[in-house]
């Protein structure tokens, strides 16, 4: 089964990976798929550029449809180009690490189902869930339509999850888990209602985090359950 | 392990911070170590040299002054008697009337967000207010204001346009990253709000990062080691579960 009028726009990243696994499994896969592949350098969010890409392998052997973008630039024209045209009304967004969608993307009509890493309204910005760790001992991911404000979309889903067990590996793997938890049960929920439904439209107020410096990194992941 | 945030200088190096590696606990130590070895070095300076700027340095009184309560938490006898030490808590810094010179600062409330907004003037009527117990939504506003600008670009300039866009003017104002920094103790002190700790990490980083000859040109240098202070002691209070980790001030 796929969702005709659900696409994505995906980044060459373990999350991408995460997501595209776990929509598959449960039979959720997106009607197509535009990925961004840089050939070069590492972006943020990539461990590693392998020369037979594994999302490419992943949606081949799931059939489903996709086209390599002709950059690595979700905002660039050629990229806004390629998803303009497409007649699915909702992308699910998986970009690179800090990129911010601009207003000519988000001018296009689309809408972007994004997975923020954090409970939203409560930890907005980036890396939230170090801090969250810190605070509460419990990280959490929300899904949010993208707005012209960063994390400040209606909320349709957001959930909180216990410590992951090795805490080492949130930035590629817990955090990316717990967001394709949330993205499968959001679209699920959509496919049962046939619309998409808000846990919270006014997603105002909370705490804008940034990028989380190492001490504090360190001290989420070395924090009380994982020393015990 | 050395602790890289402070090798280069990060007025002209920024770090970025960005998908930082897990290094264990040793890198908590470095930190520690790293932080301490400053902290011996600008006792040094502080001997050889006094900083003069009469303003500067009842600023600095007035904040030991109000930190004081922060200390009394007991880490061990030999912390505290360390930090009496670095912040002259006994009085050998000059802390009452006799520097408490009257500085013109603006009301905080008197800042509109559609002018121009000088950066040294806001931090400073920020700290007053800050130290009169002020309104802390309105000193809030004004702070995270500072801090996403902060932590977008990694650096403070000279002023703000109207709604607080891209600054201008000069980036390498050192007194304004010290004033940024007490601005941040004070407000983590107040609401432990890790997200201010967090940009005073990196605030610190930077500060640390210069030569101790240009900061004692510029800032009260043991005002710094106060903050340095706070600072480590927020992390060994947020680090509650981990080991004396390389938390000496011999």
């Known amino acids: ?228 | 392990m050395n602790y890289e945030y402070t090798e280069d200088n990060r007025l002209d190096s920024p770090h970025k911070y960005m998908y930082t590696p897990y290094q264990g606990s040793d890198f908590l130590d470095a930190y520690f170590r790293d932080r301490s070895k400053y902290l011996k070095r600008f006792e040094q300076v502080k001997k050889i040299e006094g900083y003069q700027n009469k303003i500067d340095l009842s600023l600095h009184s007035k904040v030991a002054i109000d930190l004081n309560g922060f200390f009394d938490r007991k880490f061990s006898n030999k912390v505290y008697e360390s930090l009496k030490l670095l912040i002259d808590l006994d009085g050998r810094v000059e802390l009452d009337s006799q520097l408490s010179h009257k500085t013109n600062t603006m009301a905080l409330s008197s800042f509109d967000i559609s002018g121009n907004i000088n950066s040294e003037n806001l931090l400073r009527s920020l700290l007053d207010a800050q130290l009169d117990k002020g309104n802390e939504s309105l000193i809030k506003f004004w702070l995270d204001l500072l801090v996403q600008r902060f932590e977008v670009t990694k650096k403070l300039y000279e002023s703000y346009p109207a709604n607080f866009r891209k600054g201008e003017g000069r980036d390498n104002i050192i007194r304004l990253y010290w004033l940024f920094a007490l601005s941040l103790t004070l407000f983590y002190r107040d609401t432990k709000n890790i997200k201010y700790l967090n940009s005073l990490l990196k605030v610190t980083d930077l500060l640390c990062s210069l030569s101790e000859k240009l900061l004692n040109k510029n800032i009260p240098i043991q005002s710094l080691s106060l903050i340095i202070l706070v600072e480590m002691l927020s992390v060994k209070s947020i680090s509650k579960t981990i080991e004396e980790a390389g938390f000496e001030f011999t």
């Not at chain 1, 696994?21 to 461990?47: A, F, M, T």
């Not at chain 1, 760790?133 to 339509?145: K, M, R, T, V």
């Open chain 1, 1 to 228: 089964m796929s969702l005709h009028d659900v696409a994505m726009v995906a980044a060459d990243t373990t999350r991408t990976k995460y997501y595209i696994e776990e929509l598959i499994k449960n039979g959720l896969s997106p009607h197509y798929v535009l990925l961004l592949v840089n050939s070069g350098e590492l972006l943020p969010g990539q461990k590693e550029v392998k020369s037979e890409n594994t999302i490419i392998t992943l949606l081949k052997d799931a059939d489903v449809k996709y086209d390599v973008a002709p950059n690595s630039d979700i905002n660039s024209e050629g990229v806004i180009a390629a998803i303009a045209k497409r007649s699915e009304q909702v992308f699910i967004f998986s970009g690179y690490g800090g990129v911010l969608l601009k207003e000519s993307i988000l001018d296009t009509g689309k809408r972007f189902l994004h997975i923020h890493g954090g409970y939203l309204p409560d930890y907005k910005g980036s890396t939230t869930n170090y801090y969250s760790l810190i605070d509460e001992n419990a990280i959490g991911a929300s899904a949010i339509f993208l707005t012209k404000e960063i994390d400040c979309g209606p909320i349709l889903l957001r959930k909180k999850f216990s410590a992951p067990v090795d805490r080492t590996l949130i930035d590629h793997n817990s955090d990316s888990e717990a967001r394709a938890k949330v993205l499968i049960e959001c679209l699920k929920n959509y496919v049962n209602s046939g619309d998409w439904e808000y846990e919270l439209e006014n997603n105002h107020g909370g705490e804008t985090f940034y990028i989380i410096h190492p001490v504090l990194k360190h001290l989420a992941i070395l924090g009380k359950d994982s020393l015990q």
